[in-house]
T-cell receptor, first 117, second 109 residues
Framework: GAVVSQHPSWVICKSGTSVKIECRSLDFQATTMFWYRQFPKQSLMLMATSNEGSKATYEQGVEKDKFLINHASLTLSTLTVTSAHPEDSSFYIC?????????????FGPGTRLTVL | EDKVVQSPLSLVVHEGDTVTLNCSYEVTNFRSLLWYKQEKKAPTFLFMLTSSGIEKKSGRLSSILDKKELFSILNITATQTGDSAVYLCAREGAQKLVFGQGTRLTINP
């Protein structure tokens, strides 16, 4: 149990276009989902936390108008990178939690590698 | 500031060696300390530590937490090439995980 999927697994796009990444919890209801970014040889940096049905909470330095997060259901969250530029190229990983006090019980998706040309 | 620092950043050893990876953290809103193994994709969970001095063990891997000195170690004995990965520790607190920069472990045959 506790499987999280991401789609697509990799994407290449032109500068200026928008890219949507989906994160799904396949066999449990995820009250809370997290979006991380990981640059090569660096650690996971939390971008935002989203709770189902409410606005995402963004970490300091993350532009909410550029990284649009929607968590419309208990099994799906989406991250849209708007007007992507080469510096947005990174590995984006989502995780899902049943919420409550179990923020340490995050189940990670396989990640999406974004390359912006 | 929430900070998790891992050392060493990179380690290369021979198969069969024992390695110790270190993780220190700042105490703000501490709830638990977690270790993950990351190969090519998403991190996979290894251990969660909440209490000082209690060793968690899984096969050749073990980990312990010292809440007084604010650090944790991850030990791997009799290393195998399949142990090659990036090992991440993360502090849980304030409803989120803060990750360290990771230790890249390479096991040579």
């Amino acid at each position: 149990g506790a499987v999280v999927s991401q789609h697509p697994s990799w994407v290449i796009c032109k500068s200026g276009t928008s890219v949507k990444i989906e994160c799904r919890s396949l066999d449990f209801q995820a009250t809370t989902m997290f979006w991380y970014r990981q640059f090569p040889k660096q650690s996971l940096m939390l971008m935002a936390t989203s709770n189902e049905g409410s606005k995402a909470t963004y970490e300091q330095g993350v532009e909410k108008d550029k990284f649009l997060i929607n968590h419309a259901s208990l099994t799906l969250s989406t991250l849209t990178v708007t007007s992507a530029h080469p510096e947005d190229s990174s590995f984006y990983i989502c995780s899902a939690s049943r919420g409550g006090n179990s923020y340490n019980e995050q189940f990670f998706g396989p990640g999406t590698r974004l390359t912006v040309l | 500031e929430d900070k998790v620092v891992q050392s060493p950043l990179s380690l290369v050893v021979h198969e069969g060696d024992t390695v110790t990876l270190n993780c220190s953290y700042e105490v703000t809103n501490f709830r638990s300390l977690l270790w993950y193994k990351q190969e090519k994709k998403a991190p996979t969970f290894l251990f969660m530590l909440t209490s000082s001095g209690i060793e968690k063990k899984s096969g050749r891997l073990s980990s312990i937490l010292d809440k007084k000195e604010l650090f944790s170690i991850l030990n791997i004995t009799a290393t195998q090439t399949g142990d090659s990965a990036v090992y991440l520790c993360a502090r849980e607190g304030a409803q989120k995980l803060v990750f360290g920069q990771g230790t890249r472990l390479t096991i040579n045959p």
